[in-house]
């Protein structure tokens, strides 16, 4: 399985960016698609996931509200689009696939290089 993100940008705070993640190289149906970031100097973290197959999504309280996940099944590609964009951000952010509905990173079985976002203030 190959994931590769893109979108990456500077961006200024109170904007908005869609991240977006493509995946080739087998079947991906029962898999599940996460965003993950990791700031300098901080562990890597959960930011939302949703299932390739359609249905079931879920994130973390810090995106709740300003963030949207959404998929284009004929182009094996998931987005992750963040509103109100804050300097805390700033991040690297990774797409990962998962057969299991969870937000541990540890269970995530392939993943893509990342894309930097950096939010200006």
């Known amino acids: 399985v190959q994931l590769q993100a893109f979108g990456g940008g500077l961006v200024q705070a109170g904007g908005s960016l869609r991240l977006s993640c493509a995946a080739s190289?087998?079947?991906?149906?029962?898999?599940?698609m996460g965003w993950f970031r990791q700031s300098p100097g901080k562990e890597r973290e959960f930011v939302a996931a949703?299932?390739?197959?359609?249905?079931?999504?879920w994130s973390a309280d810090f995106v709740k509200g300003r963030s949207t996940t959404s998929r284009d099944a004929a182009k094996n590609t998931v987005y992750l689009e963040v509103n109100n964009l804050k300097p805390e951000d700033t991040a690297v952010y990774y797409c990962?696939?998962?057969?299991?509905?969870?937000?541990?990173?540890?269970?995530?079985?392939?993943w893509g290089r990342g894309t930097l976002v950096t939010v200006s203030s």
């Open positions: 990962a696939v998962t057969r299991k509905i969870t937000a541990a990173s540890r269970d995530y079985e392939y």
């Open positions: 190289g087998r079947t991906l149906s029962t898999y599940y």
């Open positions: 949703l299932g390739l197959s359609g249905g079931i999504k």
